[in-house]
C-alpha cells in the first residue's frame, strides 16, 4: 500500500506529534490507551516523526492527557446516549474508535481540509462519523449541524490555536445553537500561552499562539450562558504515580500547587439543563 505523504505546516502540523506519541505508546509494553489504529496510520503516513518537535518524555504526557479527556468523555456518553460531539480541532486523533460511541451519537470531527482529507484516506467510514472539513473559527461552522439535541464539545489541543475573538464566537454560536451542553478543554494562562510558544511542537510547526484563558470565571461572561465546573490537571494524580520518576512528579505536584498552575490543564463548563 503506498504510504501518505504530508506536507503540513502552522497548527495543522502540530497534530503529527499527538498522533505519534499515541502510536509510540500503543508499542510500548503497558501501553496506556492501546491506540492501534494511531500506531496503523503512522506506519502508513511517509514523515520523519523524529521532526515534530516532541521530546520523548513529553509524549506520555500527551497519551495521558488524552486517557483524561476519554475518561470525562465517557462520562457524558454514558449519561446522554442522545448525543452531538463536536471533536473540534481534532487533528489524527482516534478518540471515535477509542469510545466506539452508540450509533445513537452522531460524531463531528471537525478540522482544516487537509487534516479531514488525510483521515479520510488513513480510517475507516462508520456510521453516525462526520468528518467536517472547516476551521473552528468559521462563522458557519455549525451549518448543517441539528441543533436539536444536547451537544458534548471536546477540544483538546485546540484553544491555544485560536485567535481570542475567533474562540468566543464560535463558543457563542455553540451556546445558541444547542439546548444544552458540555465543553470539555484545555486552556492556557497568559504565561502558559508564552511557555508554549517557545515548546519544540509549536516553534516545528511555525504556529502562532494568541488565546489565553487566565481566570475561568471570566468565560462565563465572555460566552452568556456558559456555566464554569470545573479545572483539572493532566495527569491526574493516580498517573503521576503510575507513570513518572519521583522528580519529575515532586516538580509537577509542586507546579500544580502553585500560583502556576493554570499554565496550562482541563476546563469543564456546561450551558442549559444537560442532566
Ligand atoms: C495539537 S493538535 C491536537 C490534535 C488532537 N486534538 C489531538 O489531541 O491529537 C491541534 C489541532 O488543532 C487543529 N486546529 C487548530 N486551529 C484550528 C482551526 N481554526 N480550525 C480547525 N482546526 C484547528 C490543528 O489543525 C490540529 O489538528
Redesign the pocket.
Known amino acids: 500500500m503506498d504510504r501518505e505523504k504530508v506536507d503540513l505546516t ?3 502540523a ?2 503529527l ?3 505519534y506519541s ?1 502510536a509510540v505508546d500503543a508499542r510500548s509494553a503497558g501501553s496506556v490507551l492501546h491506540d492501534e489504529t494511531a500506531a496503523r496510520a503512522v506506519d502508513r503516513i511517509d514523515h520523519d516523526f523524529s521532526r515534530t518537535g516532541l521530546p520523548a518524555r513529553d509524549g506520555i504526557s ?1 497519551v495521558l ?2 486517557k483524561e ?1 476519554d475518561r470525562r468523555a465517557r462520562e457524558v456518553l454514558a449519561n446522554q446516549p442522545e448525543l452531538t460531539v463536536l ?7 482516534t478518540r471515535v474508535y477509542r469510545l466506539d460511541p452508540p450509533p445513537t451519537v452522531s460524531w463531528y470531527d ?3 481540509p487537509a ?1 479531514i482529507e488525510l483521515r479520510r484516506r488513513l480510517y475507516p467510514e462508520r456510521p453516525g462519523l462526520f468528518p467536517t472539513a ?5 462563522p458557519g461552522l455549525l451549518d448543517g449541524i441539528p441543533g436539536d439535541r444536547p451537544v458534548l464539545v471536546l ?4 484553544t491555544l ?2 485567535r481570542t475573538a ?1 474562540g468566543l464566537a464560535t463558543f457563542r454560536r455553540i451556546v445558541e445553537h444547542f439546548p444544552a451542553g458540555t465543553l470539555i478543554f484545555d486552556g492556557y494562562s497568559s504565561a502558559g500561552i508564552w511557555l508554549q510558544q517557545r515548546t519544540g ?1 509549536v516553534k516545528a510547526s511555525g ?1 502562532r499562539l494568541e488565546w489565553a484563558i487566565n481566570d475561568p470565571e471570566e468565560l462565563t461572561t465572555l460566552v452568556p450562558g456558559l456555566v464554569f465546573d470545573e479545572e483539572w490537571w493532566f495527569p491526574s494524580p493516580a498517573d503521576l504515580r503510575a507513570h513518572y520518576p519521583w522528580f519529575q512528579r515532586q516538580v509537577l505536584r509542586a507546579l500544580f500547587a502553585s500560583p502556576f498552575k493554570r499554565l496550562g490543564r482541563g476546563l469543564t463548563y456546561h450551558f442549559g439543563s444537560t442532566r
Request: glycine share 10%; net charge negative.
Open positions: 502552522g497548527a495543522p502540530t497534530m506529534a499527538t498522533l499515541k500527551a492527557r488524552s479527556f471533536h473540534l480541532g481534532c487533528g489524527l486523533d471537525v478540522d482544516y487534516v472547516r476551521s473552528v473559527e468559521d477540544a483538546e489541543g485546540v490555536y485560536l475567533q511542537v504556529a
